[in-house]
């Protein structure tokens, strides 16, 4: 691990990985109407749980960006970290291009087809489901200067990040009604394509996520300081969680709708782009990191592994769709498709475990590094 790198952020970045396949996991399962009420919203309270992951990536990203104890950033730096990110995004959105091909023959039409469609799914970061995040974080990597100059002048000009992150929250929540009230009127079927493009693909906008990621850099600058804030209120911390919790899962039954098929929640609302999610998901991060500071100092041993696994996360991430599809399908063929707990814990369990296994032993292939990251 790297000098520069802090191991509790290591720890939340390890915590962050997995609720991130869980989520993907459990979306297999979560699409379909359920003849038992008990189960589906089970389902809605454990993915509710595991929205903090890409909000805390995100923030990770920020705090990457900002925290450095040995050296300035510099032009090669950045263009270094651009390449690292860029470069493997290419590959895998084209891998995943034929793979989906692979799944589906008959979607394949001609060449030209294929690489216009490439062409666009390299623009769009929709090769595969996942590669949607590796578009806002290429964003944030292009606009971390931009970023870091405004707040390098905020902070010359003497003002207090206690004046700046309540509007950043205020600001937040009004950006999260524009993206879920707003932009959607906008869109007409003949209208502007540019425009319905970007409407079709406003959770790839690094706008709607810029919060996250000046709060990572909020979280470098004063990494001390809020470590011990987070300490001394963190009965305050789970309090605040558990409350709001509390509250999504009675909007989980709000929202929860029954037909011939069976019952089903529009899982939506627990989206992290969600006006009602900011609060939880602030309270579920600040937990999280918590719940790392812990293991960093009293868990030796579940440290060196979580750390072995945020050393290969962004690998992981690249590859773990192919072992969720392969997984959830054995598991759901196994148990006869009955979508318990059980059987998501099984799939969740080995798609992690051979999605790391496989990165790491892809990161030994020296060669591959720079396109399977």
């Not at 969720?324 to 099984?346: C, D, G, H, M, P």
């Not at 799939?347 to 999605?355: Q, R, V, Y």
Request: charged share 15%; glycine share 4%.
């Amino acid at each position: 691990m790297s000098k520069n790198r802090v191991v509790e952020i290591e720890v939340l970045r390890s915590l962050a990985f997995g609720s991130i396949i869980f989520q993907h996991i459990l979306g297999g399962f979560l699409i379909n109407s359920y003849p038992h009420f008990g189960v589906i919203y089970l389902q809605y309270l454990f993915l509710t749980l595991s929205r903090f992951g890409v909000p805390a990536f995100v923030l990770i990203s920020g705090f990457a960006s900002s925290y450095e104890t040995n050296a300035s950033s510099t032009v090669g730096k950045y263009f270094k970290r651009l390449r690292k990110i860029l470069v493997p995004y290419i590959f895998w959105s084209v891998f995943f291009s034929f793979y989906n091909i692979y799944l589906n023959p008959k979607a394949f039409g001609s060449w030209n087809k294929f690489s216009v469609n490439t062409l666009f799914s390299l623009l769009k970061g929709d090769a595969m489901y996942h590669l949607w995040f590796m578009v806002l974080i290429l964003q944030f990597c292009l606009l971390s200067p931009l970023i870091k100059r405004f707040i390098n002048r905020f902070e010359k000009n003497k003002l207090n990040w206690a004046f700046l992150l309540p509007i950043l929250i205020l600001g937040q929540m009004g950006l999260m009604w524009i993206y879920i009230n707003f932009l959607p009127s906008l869109y007409h079927e003949k209208g502007n394509s540019i425009l319905n493009a970007l409407i079709l693909n406003r959770d790839k906008i690094f706008i709607f996520w810029i919060f996250y990621y000046i709060l990572g850099i909020f979280a470098a600058k004063n990494y001390s300081n809020l470590v011990k804030l987070l300490h001394k209120y963190k009965i305050v911390i789970l309090l605040g969680f558990i409350s709001t919790f509390i509250y999504l899962a009675l909007e989980g039954i709000k929202y929860s709708s029954h037909d011939v098929s069976g019952y089903s929640i529009n899982s939506i609302i627990t989206s992290p782009i969600y006006p009602k999610m900011i609060i939880f998901l602030l309270l579920a991060i600040s937990l999280m990191f918590l719940l790392s500071s812990k293991i960093t100092t009293k868990k030796p041993v579940l440290k060196k592994y979580l750390c072995i696994v945020a050393d290969n996360s962004f690998r992981a991430y690249l590859i773990h769709p192919i072992f969720v599809r392969y997984f959830t399908i054995t598991i759901k063929n196994l148990f006869y498709n009955q979508s318990s707990l059980l059987e998501i814990a099984v799939s969740f369990i080995l798609t992690a475990a051979a999605t790391i296994i496989t990165a790491i032993l892809l990161g030994k292939i020296k060669p591959l590094r720079i396109i399977t990251g």
